[in-house]
């Protein structure tokens, strides 16, 4: 995908598209918008979000901090380590900053292929996820449980003879054991050495008590929603041979944390379906505190 203006037969396919968007049903995708403050969703993502606020009234922080620390990851491993190449599953609709925003600032060469299964986010990545002159962008619908069609499809843009960062941003998390690790693994086997796994993902090791009763919101709903501990997050790294980069498997707000402004912050007053949060504001990452916190990240190498 690139900076043209698209054409008849992407407006073709953008209506196709709005008219398979299930609005009766929360998506992740769009719960997370809620929590974020846009304006991309429905009554039943709204629902959902009000639920989960009512559970935990501060749970926007794991929705924010998770964004920042993709910021952080992407940054490194464009600036330090030289990837050139990201494959982002489960991207969610496009806010600031995106992943190829974020690398083509340091690296405008650089490529970035997108993969979600809601329809309202590839109508929104169609209008929005525009690439510098000099890399690209694609976007796939596809789900994270089909690796084979996402590798397929991402070599039309993505070289696998050279690195590629493999972007799980929040997703495993709604995906059981006996799926997400064949998953991963099928998708790691077949990047090549150099590569790098960015991993965030839900635990109930840190503060069980609200992140549980968020996690049964979800459930009620018909999602999957499985809060791994850090010891069952890192079998995604030593079942397939990865090298963990510093400082390891850590809180979000403790990797690598720069103080750099927050990209993702909503002033103001929160939507009325999220009154819940604490004093009906949304709270800057920056007052966030470990107690806050219920989302483990993490960074590593492929050898």
Known sequence: MNADAPGPADLDTTTGLRKRIDTT??????VYDVFLGGKDNYPADREAAALAAKANPRGHLDVRHNRDFIRRAVT????????????????????????????QAIAPESRIVYVDNDPIVLVHAQALLTSSPEGRTDYIEADLRDPAKIL???????????PVALVLAAVLHFIEDDEAHPVVAQLLDALPSGSHLVLSHLSADMNPAPINKVAETFRKRGFSFVLRRREEIERFVTDNGLELLSPGIVASRHWRPDHA?????????APEQLDHLDEGRYVSISEATDEDVNIYVLVARKP
């Open 25 to 30: 049903k929360a998506h992740p995708a769009r």
């Open 261 to 269: 402004a927050d990209a993702t912050e909503v002033r103001g007053p």
């Open 76 to 103: 490194a491993l464009t600036a330090e380590t030289g990837i050139r190449q990201f494959l982002d599953i489960g991207t969610g609709l496009p806010t600031q900053q995106n992943v190829h925003q974020i690398a």
């Open 152 to 162: 397929e499809a991402a070599r039309r843009i993505l070289d696998f003879d050279r």
